[in-house]
């Protein structure tokens, strides 16, 4: 046994006799042959996670070695000083830890009166997070304490600035400030001109600073899947559809939803990008998916085209009587259900189409239908149960998400109490209970091909889980704070994931690495959403801005602006041209999507060059106010039709 | 380094470590019985409590957000509370109010929980209160095909504090070059300059009406002053409610204005209540802001205060009622829109009180004269309608000769009555408590008498006079003296009995370019160009009229 593995066995033993848990801890005493404890072994995890806090720096230079600093950014060149000014606030936050870890409470208090106001604004919330802490002991398990400890914060960096702040260093022989970068920044180098203001801005805000080229440079498979031949099943071929809008550019993705897009004619042609169909496996099309990809195929053919000139109309839902219990609300993908979840832990499901819910006849009566006739499946129906809503009962803590399938045989939901629940529409009652999270469970969303779900929770994980398993199939650790919203892309190859800790992360579902880290957003992210050709990601965030990334590369194309609160619902046409983003500021924004990708496909883009970020003034098409109801969720029908849900706030 | 600092809320909130006081924890300490608790030890507690507790209000708001709420309620603190493994706080189930009363004496202030003995008798006993209603599902047209139908589901197309802006801010047009988010229409579209050239071309003002508009418009007026009762009630609540009319206003006001012209001189009581009962309407919908109209108004308004002649037959009709509804009006727009840049409610008293200088003014608008001051509140009472008590009272008993008419002498009874009834409330404060009748008739002449009873009366009732009006009193500091304002030339005009009218120049944009009422010798003649205006004028009858009158008495 290995000195490191048996300290960990003694830092588990010890966390095993803080709980009390003797039985287990005599257990892997046995196990591990560790009877000869030393009885003084007071080994603390956490003290040894932050043990590199041990100074012996005088507490009073760290004033002026900070203002030292900033002095030497701000008489720096500009071009270099924008990228020089990123490395102020990780040392600001690493001086203050430093001064609390060696016990220096009032030097610490005052750097922090001193110099927290004038960083970033968007580091103001965690600053007011660390600057609770003031003790020591307070220190061991905070979490934003341990994550700057265990993590280097990175910053992309030119390499004449770098050598420019070497220098510095080396003249001034400041070694507080030495052993701060030295020990807990990384700098990412690159080659070529220092960024300017804007570029730095638009790429900083995370917790941890920016994202390592190396984080982006996986392949992305983002294309979309090749579609099954539904022509073979449908007896009446609908002609090929919107020629013309295919050609416009036909080199870009910019083809419409997969699942919708009846491209008949030209379908074996597979997107280059696309990833092999047997990467992760897919359930089987059973024949009432493929009845309902036909329908779907057939009203797609009614769809209205968007553009600037021919804006959606749109349906608002309000919810009456509801002042402050609606936590979440869903609509299924041929807008004919939405389910309503509330902070009471029920969830109600409607019927928006004047056709009544209906529930499965009992196990008796089912027997004796014949199962030849060919209306079966109305016979196994019962109308006398039939009403226009339903209501699941068997949560226990406030319902945050939840989410239909295709078919709208299954609903989940996702609760406070830890819990992922899978509901029948057919029987109306609970088929499984899902539980593996440790902490509340915030967003919970099926794959667009069914089977795999993904749910994200408070416990910084997002796990993958399949229908008829009940341990996930894959847990995503990483993220460094609460995992707020969760995505499956086009084509379930990968989950994008949005968090508290002010990042968009990619997921690779067959290996279960990150392969995307997306760093600009200045607030937590509360919605994401792909794009209908699975190339760009939107999200939105409590920083009132929907951010745009482009998959190919991770990079930041463009940056929404207008809101003005949070967003908690995005959603695209269903011929990819707009963009819907609603908020908490009763406002709809519709933005062009398509000039978006026309004016980005002009551009030449690699790992190592970032694009303009473009910003929203350009894309704007309109804004809708409601009157005092905030979106809380919006859902293009099949032929782009733009339903909002929310509940009236009366002042 | 000030650029950094990019969000101005920040620099508000620099509160870095902000801890409980710690007299707040030796408080809390003695209410659970320790007494003497030393300073160190309470400035250890309150260092690890409030580090404690932001903690958990800082889970807590990520349950806010998760809610999609931007407020924190005592939920959000319990389950913050239950994923640190800590018991909830059972009990704080109140989601509109923090659910503490302050406390304070000998020195100290406290917040505590009220906690009230429940009698469970009285529980048992008292019905069950009403269960929350269901939650239900309702769907509108937020937009259609890209334009915002105005409808009351939707926000006033512009806002209204929009419309405040745009009247009182005359620079705020000019500014506003984006047209996209304004209106309901779709966006215009700039035209390219091929060339830029320096010549600024005055964008032409867009006031034309969509044809539901105006259809919408023209039912709104048929049914406003039409004979059906049940389509003028749901005319005037579309008035008073409907959030899109804002474009409409410019119209519907030149239709008021117009009509109380017309109808005036021909003396149809009838409609001019109809009329006034608009102005109510528009004055009530919270959409609107109708202080770019009140030209059209406020003439309309006095017009039906203070004419000579409202009906066709003064000793028998009630236009009484109207003149006070009218002044009710008046009132509530003196209250609404007077800023001190217009000097609204001066200009109003002015133009009332010029009417009781005048010893030629008819009764019948020397009455709404007192009626229109009145309304504006006890300290105007006081100003200008004591010191005229004595010559008013000349008036009046002048009327009482036997030579008089009956319209006169009615006319004098209404008079009386009206300042028996408004000056005595002022007058009980004005006057010290032993009410001699001598005193009365020597200052006060022949309503001497009245105002006494009266006044005694309201000595003995309990106080509960309150200034009728809420309006701030402006008074003017000059004597009155008349200006030539339009509308004080109005009023004088009817001041000296003769049934003339003005040349209005409309000055609001969208009006119909020909609105010149011509100056006729004979009231009974004269030429409108607004067809409408004509059209309703037979439309009444004397039996609506009577009608009309308990209505105007609900309403006032």
């Known amino acids: 046994m290995s000195a490191n593995n048996k300290n960990d066995i003694l830092a588990v033993l010890q966390i095993l006799k803080k709980y009390n848990l003797k039985d287990t801890e005599s257990l892997l005493k046995q196990e591990a042959n560790l009877t000869d404890i030393p009885e003084n072994f007071t080994h603390d995890a956490s003290d040894s996670v932050l043990q590199a806090y041990q100074s012996e720096g005088d507490p009073d230079s760290y004033d002026s070695c900070y203002t030292e600093l900033r002095k030497f950014v701000d008489s720096a060149l500009d071009i270099y000083k924008y990228e020089l000014s990123m490395i102020l606030y990780p040392v600001f936050v690493h001086m203050y830890i430093e001064l609390v870890y060696n016990g220096h409470e009032e030097q610490a208090k005052e750097l922090m009166e001193k110099f927290g106001p004038e960083q970033e604004y968007y580091y103001q919330e965690d600053i007011k997070r660390l600057s609770m802490i003031t003790k020591r002991d307070q220190m061991s398990g905070n979490d934003l304490t341990d994550t700057f400890k265990s993590n280097e914060f990175i910053i992309r960096i030119s390499r004449d600035t770098l050598s420019l702040l070497k220098r510095h260093l080396q003249e001034k022989k400041a070694s507080v400030v030495m052993n701060i970068i030295n020990e807990h920044l990384y700098f990412d180098l690159y080659e070529g001109m220092a960024r300017n203001k804007k570029q730095c801005d638009a790429t900083a805000g995370a917790l941890l600073g920016e994202a390592r080229r190396q984080d982006n440079k996986v392949k992305v498979y983002y294309g979309l899947l090749k579609e099954p031949d539904y022509q073979q099943m449908t007896t009446q071929a609908p002609p090929p559809e919107e020629e013309d809008e295919n050609d416009v550019d036909a080199d870009k993705p910019k083809k419409k939803k997969q699942k919708k897009d009846p491209l008949f004619g030209k379908k074996t042609k597979s997107d280059p990008n696309a990833p092999p169909s047997d990467r992760v496996f897919l359930p089987q099309l059973r024949d009432n998916d493929k009845n309902e990809k036909i329908k779907a195929l057939r009203e797609a053919q009614k769809r209205v085209n968007l553009g600037p000139d021919s804006l959606p109309s749109v349906c608002y839902y309000t919810l009456l009587n509801s002042l402050y219990t609606v936590t979440c609300a869903e609509i299924a993908e041929d807008s004919s259900l939405i389910a309503i979840g509330f902070s009471d832990a029920t969830i109600k499901v409607w019927a928006m189409t004047p056709a009544k819910l209906r529930e499965l006849k009992s196990a008796e009566h089912l027997k004796d239908i014949d199962r030849d006739v060919d209306d079966v499946l109305v016979r196994m129906m019962d109308d006398r149960k039939a009403d226009t809503s339903k209501l699941f009962t068997g949560h226990t803590g406030p319902v945050y998400s939840c989410s239909f399938t295709f078919d709208r045989s299954l609903l989940l939901s996702c609760s406070e109490d830890c819990t992922i629940r899978l509901w029948s529409l057919q029987t109306w009652t609970c088929l499984v209970v899902y539980k593996g999270h440790l902490n509340p469970v915030w967003d919970v969303k099926f794959s667009p091909h069914g089977y795999y779900f993904v749910s994200s929770s408070h416990d910084k994980t997002a796990r993958v889980w399949a229908t008829d398993n009940p341990q996930p199939l894959r847990i995503f650790a990483g993220h460094l704070s609460d995992i707020d919203v969760c995505m499956f892309h086009p084509n379930s190859n990968y989950v994008a994931t949005g968090s508290s800790d002010r990042t968009v992360r990619l997921w690779d579902v067959l290996s279960g690495n990150h392969v995307r880290l997306m760093t600009g957003h200045k607030a937590p992210i509360y919605s994401l959403v792909f794009s209908n050709c699975g190339r760009y990601l939107a999200s939105g965030s409590s920083d009132k801005v929907v951010n745009v990334w482009d998959l190919a590369h991770g990079h930041l194309v463009a940056s929404l602006e207008g809101h003005t609160s949070t967003i908690h619902s995005l959603c695209f046409s269903r011929d990819g041209t707009v963009l819907a983003s609603g908020a908490l500021d009763c406002n709809l924004k519709l933005w062009d999507f398509s000039k978006l990708c026309e004016d980005l496909s002009g551009e030449n883009v690699n790992v190592s060059h970032n694009p303009n970020v473009r910003s929203g003034d350009n894309y704007l098409l309109r804004t809708f106010p409601t009157k005092q109801s905030p979106f809380i969720t919006l859902h293009f029908t099949r032929r782009n039709l733009l339903y909002g849900v929310g509940m009236f706030e009366s002042s | ?556």
């Open chain 2, 1 to 556: 380094m000030e650029d950094k600092i990019k969000n101005p809320e920040i620099q508000n909130s620099q509160h870095f470590g902000t801890n409980l006081s710690l007299e707040s924890i030796k408080i809390i300490a003695e209410s659970i019985g320790i007494g003497n608790l030393s300073d160190a030890a309470a400035k250890e507690l309150s260092d690890d409590i409030s580090f404690k507790l932001k903690q958990i209000i800082q889970d807590g708001q990520k349950f806010m957000h998760h809610a999609k709420r931007s407020r924190l309620s005592a939920s959000d603190v319990d389950s913050s509370l239950k994923i640190r493994n800590l018991e909830p706080q059972y009990g704080f189930i109140s989601k509109e109010f923090i659910p503490f009363r302050f406390a304070s004496g000998g020195g100290r202030e406290l917040y505590f929980t009220e906690e009230k003995e429940i009698d469970l008798n009285d529980l048992m006993t008292t019905t069950a209160p009403k269960a929350p209603l269901e939650v239900t599902l309702r769907s509108h047209w937020l937009c259609v095909d890209g334009i915002q139908p105005t409808i009351p589901e939707n926000p006033p197309p512009l806002a209204k504090d929009a419309q405040i802006q745009d009247s009182v801010n005359p620079v705020k047009k000019l500014e506003k070059t984006d047209l996209k988010d304004t209106s309901g229409k779709p966006a215009i579209k700039a035209h390219k300059l091929k060339t830029f050239e320096t010549v600024h071309i005055k964008q032409l003002a867009q006031h034309e009406l969509s044809v539901e508009q105006q259809y919408y418009y023209k039912e709104i007026t048929e049914a406003c002053v039409g004979a059906d009762e049940g389509r003028r009630a749901e005319a005037l609540q579309s008035l008073s409610c409907d959030p899109g009319i804002h474009e409409m206003l410019p119209r519907m006001c030149t239709f008021i204005a117009e009509g109380v012209k017309v109808n005036v001189v021909q003396n149809n009581l009838a409609i001019l209540i109809y009329l006034m009962r608009m102005v109510r309407a528009l004055l009530d919908n919270p959409a609107l802001y109708l202080e770019k109209y009140l030209h059209e108004l406020i003439p309309s308004v006095s017009t039906c205060i203070v004419s000579k002649q409202l009906c066709q037959r003064p000793e028998v009709d009630n236009h009484w009622a109207l003149r006070d509804f009218a002044a009710k009006l008046m009132a509530q727009i003196c209250k609404n829109f007077n800023t001190s840049t217009n000097n609204l409610q001066t200009r109003v008293t002015r133009l009332f009180s010029t009417a009781l200088q005048n010893d030629k003014v008819p009764l019948s608008s020397l009455y709404g004269a007192i009626e229109g001051l009145s309304e504006l509140g006890h300290e105007v009472i006081k100003v200008f309608i004591i010191p005229r008590l004595k010559f008013i009272s000349e008036r009046v008993c002048n009327m009482q000769a036997a030579d008089i008419s009956n319209t006169e002498r009615n006319a004098a009874g209404h008079i009386r009555a009206l300042l028996a009834k408004v000056c005595a409330p002022v007058l009980k404060t004005m006057r010290p408590a032993p009410d001699v009748l001598e005193d009365y008739k020597r200052d006060f002449g022949f309503l001497g008498p009245a105002l006494h009873q009266s006044v005694m009366k309201a000595r003995q009732t309990p106080n509960t006079a309150q200034p009728t009006s809420s309006a701030s009193i402006s008074v003017p500091s000059v004597t009155p003296r008349i200006t030539t304002t339009p509308i004080q030339r109005q009023i004088s005009q009817t001041q000296q009995g003769q049934q003339k009218f003005y040349v209005t120049k409309a000055s609001s944009p969208s009006t119909t370019p020909a609105n010149i009422v011509k100056i006729q010798q004979n009231p009974k003649i004269f030429i409108q160009s607004t067809p409408k205006a004509v059209s309703f004028v037979n439309a009444s009858n004397q039996s609506l009229q009577e009608h009309e009158l308990d209505d105007l008495s609900h309403l006032a």
